[in-house]
């Protein structure tokens, strides 16, 4: 009977995905993808975005191409686990946004056998780890870095430049005030 138990138990069929890199890079597009796909199969999936994140719609999570789907802005990573109920496929997106509690929130929701996938920034405007990805990435089972394409020479971008001199960590914007760069064209402009 025990056995039995555990065979047919979801706790530990579940894992979480991290969808990592720069500004311009794919990161929703790629969560919203995922999700969608969840959603063709019959899954039962709930996304979650930051109530701060309010660029291009108050509640829907929208990529920068404009492709969009129906989310629930939530306060703190806390409300997730209230929310999620029996929700099979969880998609968190600007992760970088929310408290560090959002790593203890998606290894509870994984423990309890539900696909777990968190899409954010890796590093700030500075080159930092930014808010709790660092830690989403040591314990997340598969992890996507996406890069977008440097807008001074052509090469790989994973670095977010901001560009005007604001110094407040979280500054909402799109292609006025950040581009992405490489690595080389980003320490240039920082001299």
Not at 34 to 41: G, I, P, Q, S
Request: negative net charge; contains cysteine.
């Amino acid at each position: 009977m025990f056995l039995e138990n555990k065979v047919n138990n979801k706790e530990g069929k579940g894992w979480i995905e991290l969808i990592a890199g720069s500004m311009f890079s794919g990161k929703t597009e790629e969560l919203i993808r995922r999700m969608r796909r969840a959603e063709y199969a019959g899954q039962n999936v709930e996304i979650f975005k930051p109530t701060t994140d309010i660029r291009y719609h108050e509640e829907n999570v929208v990529s920068h191409d404009r492709r969009e789907i129906r989310s629930t802005p939530v306060e703190s990573s806390n409300n997730i686990l209230l929310l999620t109920g029996d929700t099979e496929v969880i998609g968190i997106d600007e992760a970088q946004f929310f408290d560090d509690g959002l790593v203890n929130v998606c290894n509870t929701l994984a423990t309890q056998g539900k696909r777990v996938i968190v899409a954010g920034l890796d590093m700030d405007f500075k080159g930092k780890p930014f808010g709790p990805m660092p830690a989403l990435m040591a314990i997340a089972e598969y992890i996507t870095k996406v890069h977008a394409i440097c807008m001074r020479c052509g090469n790989l971008a994973h670095y977010s430049y901001r560009k005007n001199k604001s110094d407040e960590l979280v500054l909402l914007g799109e292609v006025n005030e950040y581009e992405p760069l490489c690595r080389k064209c980003y320490t240039a402009a920082n001299k």
